[in-house]
């Protein structure tokens, strides 16, 4: 069994930094890892995701540039970097151990979810 558990969330201003951390355990290099967000009155989406034994990685349009994802199999986390952060940012962050992409169905393993708050 996968658990995974969400930390790094606050509130920072338009223009600051942020690190999401997502702790697993279970078989964490079996899985990909993907960050998903959902803002109030929004779909849940997939913002990045990591396949921690070839490092692949992907992310959406909307972060990219801007974020991270970065696997460490001897800690089991994975972070999620987040740089040059904006008002849309605002969300919920969810980790997700399940197969590759951004479709939430494909994903059996959830965190709880971290606030992140971005101030203008």
């Known amino acids: 069994e996968v658990e995974l558990v969400e930390s790094g969330g606050g509130l920072v201003q338009v223009g600051g930094s942020l690190r999401l951390s997502c702790a697993a355990s279970?078989?964490?290099?079996?899985?990909?890892i993907a960050w998903f967000r959902q803002a109030p009155g929004k779909e849940r989406e997939g913002v990045a995701c990591?396949?921690?034994?070839?490092?692949?990685?992907r992310y959406s349009d909307s972060v990219k540039g801007r974020f991270t994802i970065i696997g460490d199999s001897s800690k089991n986390v994975v972070y999620l970097q987040m740089n040059s952060l904006k008002p849309d940012d605002t969300a919920v962050y969810y980790c997700?151990?399940?197969?590759?992409?951004?479709?939430?169905?494909?994903?059996?393993?959830w965190g709880q979810g971290t606030q992140v708050t971005v101030s203008s």
């Open positions: 997700a151990a399940g197969t590759w992409g951004f479709v939430i169905a494909g994903y059996n393993h």
């Open positions: 990591i396949i921690n034994y070839n490092n692949l990685t």
């Open positions: 279970g078989f964490f290099d079996d899985y990909a």
